[in-house]
């Protein structure tokens, strides 16, 4: 079992930044791929970024690619996302995940735990 705990999201206008923190527990963190997704008000859940166990290899979404950054302190057992140039349609729930494979996925489906979800508000 792996438990996962976001921290960071907040309210920001358009144009700020935001980092979020997910901080993980349990079985060996750094064997992992991590990934954050999120989830606004009436649409699925969608990836946003994802990162290898080492953190040589990343992934993002279209519309975040050149604004957001993930990144990992294998360390502290702690994924981080750089959320800069926030946008309006940013503002959802976001989502800490882990999947116990060395290949980087987009799919939802694919990872095994989850944390409980940080609110990020992104105001005009």
């Known amino acids: 079992q792996v438990q996962l705990v976001e921290s960071g999201g907040g309210s920001v206008q358009a144009g700020g930044s935001l980092r979020l923190s997910c901080t993980a527990s349990g079985r060996t963190f750094s064997r992992n791929i991590m990934g954050w997704f999120r989830q606004a008000p009436g649409k699925e859940r969608e990836f946003v970024a994802g990162?290898?166990?080492?953190?040589?290899?990343?992934s993002y979404a279209d519309s975040v690619k050149g604004r957001f950054t993930i990144s990992r302190d294998n360390a502290k057992n702690t994924v981080y996302l750089q959320m800069n140039n926030l946008k309006p349609e940013d503002t959802a729930v976001y989502y800490c995940?882990?999947?116990?494979?060395?290949?980087?996925?987009?799919?939802?489906?694919?990872?095994?735990?989850w944390g409980q979800g940080t609110q990020v508000t992104v105001s005009s």
């Open positions: 995940a882990a999947r116990g494979s060395l290949w980087l996925s987009p799919s939802a489906y694919e990872y095994d735990y």
């Open positions: 990162i290898t166990w080492s953190g040589g290899s990343t």
